[in-house]
């Protein structure tokens, strides 16, 4: 008796593992309609090939069912389940075909409730897919863009609240990659960049789990410009504008704490540093208080288990983000580092107060403008007006050529019909006898020569009229 119980029980252990070897995330959504058309058999049999893990076979029956029965009432749920077929066999390839089903079953049948179905498993394909904050975050904002489509493309849809809390997850892991960036460039003391990220955070992502330390960290990084300001040389009056500002940008940071979250951790934090610029100490209204009192009452921390595995898991831990509160649909207006930098900018070129930014330039002639010249033309020379007009030159004047040189042997007319003869070479060896007789040429010809005119151009070559003086 004892055997048969034993073997009883075995047997019931036997058939829950092979249920739970099957898959459960299908179901036949038609299992209860009674027909016994064709159509509606093939839609039968996909439906359990797809509940046994068989989905080439249940793809191809379904795809048999829309090509033989193009006009069925049917078809729109079963171009659905092929969707279905690669969403539940998993895997990166499967879940890209998956969504390319769902793409396709949008855009034929935009009007069916199944629409907002298909548009949430497109989503979900990204949230499985999603990784840790310091890893590749393509999928993260990815998902973040299909959940925002599915609440704003189908607001009446019942997934709504399921795509609610979904973006509240990913917006929690997007928020973290965001304010690690942000403390990376304060650790490193470049606070534009600091202030840009964590500026962005606090805007975009308002119910991240560690927004108050977004917030502190933002202060402490205008403070940090308020000590490189001090620390360098400078207009001083430009210089506690530009400290001002940056005190006072702190001071909301800081003060935004206090009024928005009063019951996190950095509140007691913001208050002194508050105290230490001068600034006054806001204080939270009990509204705000009940409401950061739930969203930090719906969190849940992971536990010791989850800790140790976390490092094992490629999917990121999720259980900080909140289950209350409205995620964000609409992204703000991103700050750059470079606006920052403007921004600064503009606060140290503001004027002081009581004062002007105008720039005045002072005439000390006060006499009045000559007329207005004539516009001159290309062709004419340009010449001083105030100066006397030249006397018209004489015809019978010889007048020498500016570039001509004064020692220059002016040839012939060309009248002659002889050339000229090639220069000597004045790098000619001479034989002695030569140079004396050179000698005598030139003395006995010095004589009657002009004055003035060099001895290497006194002697008279063939073809050469004359030598004119200057």
């Known amino acids: 008796m004892r055997h048969r119980v034993s073997c009883v029980v075995l047997l019931g252990a036997l058939l829950a593992l092979t249920a739970a070897c099957t898959n459960k995330k299908v179901n036949n959504p038609l299992a209860n309609v009674g027909s016994k058309q064709p159509d509606k058999v093939l839609f039968d049999r996909a439906m359990d090939a797809m509940k046994h893990n068989r989905f080439d076979v249940a793809r191809m029956t379904l795809q048999t069912l829309i090509n033989t029965y193009p006009d069925s009432e049917f078809v729109a749920r079963a171009k659905l389940a092929v969707g279905d077929s690669w969403y539940a066999e998993g895997g990166s390839a499967a879940f890209a075909q998956a969504e390319i089903e769902y793409k396709d079953f ?40 299909e959940y925002r489509s599915l609440i704003l493309q189908y ?12 973006l509240l997850e990913v ?8 304010f690690e960036i942000g403390r990376f460039y304060y650790l490193r003391q470049s606070m534009p960049a600091a202030i840009a990220r964590l500026n962005s955070l606090v805007e975009r992502y308002p119910l991240y ?28 009056a430009a210089k506690a504008r530009l400290i001002e500002d940056f005190t006072k940008k702190a001071a909301d940071a800081y003060s935004k704490i206090l009024t928005r979250y009063p019951m996190m951790d950095r509140a007691e934090d913001a208050q002194k540093r508050l105290e230490a610029l001068h600034r006054p100490i806001p204080k939270a209204t009990p509204a705000a208080i009940a409401q950061n009192k739930a969203e930090e009452d719906s969190r849940r921390s992971a536990s010791m288990l989850s ?38 900018t503009a606060a140290l070129m503001a004027p002081a107060p009581g004062g002007s930014s105008n720039i ?32 018209a030159p004489d015809p019978n004047e010889l007048r020498p050529n500016a570039r001509a040189d004064s020692n220059e042997l002016k040839p012939e007319a060309a009248d002659s019909g002889q050339a000229l003869p090639p220069p000597a070479q004045v790098n000619e060896i001479q034989s002695p ?36 003086p200057f």
């Open 155 to 166: 607001p009446d849809s019942k997934l709504v609240p399921e795509a609610k809390q979904r």
């Open 171 to 178: 917006q929690e892991i997007l928020g973290e990659r965001e």
């Open 433 to 468: 006898g030569a140079e004396q007789a050179a000698d005598k040429t030139s003395s006995s010809s010095s004589s009657n020569e002009p004055t003035g005119i060099s001895s290497s151009k006194k002697k008279k070559k063939k073809g050469l009229h004359k030598i004119i």
């Open 209 to 236: 789990s560690h927004v108050d330390d977004a917030l502190y960290l933002l202060g402490e990084s205008y403070e940090g410009e308020i000590a490189m300001v001090r620390a360098r040389p400078g207009n001083e």
């Open 360 to 391: 005045s330039v002072e005439v000390k002639n006060n006499a009045a403008p000559p007329p207005n010249q004539p516009t001159p033309r290309s062709d004419s020379a340009i010449t001083d007006p105030s100066a006397a007009p030249p006397e």
């Open 106 to 145: 949008e855009t034929f049948f935009p009007n069916m409730p199944e629409a907002a179905e298909a548009q949430l498993k497109i989503a979900n394909i990204h949230y499985q897919e999603m990784e840790k904050p310091d890893r590749d975050y393509t999928h993260a904002m990815r998902a973040e863009e």
């Open 307 to 344: 800790h140790l595995t976390l490092g094992f898991k490629k999917h990121p831990d999720v259980s900080m983000a909140t289950k209350v509160g409205e995620p964000t649909l609409v992204d703000p207006k991103v700050m750059g580092g470079h606006e920052v930098v403007t921004a600064a």
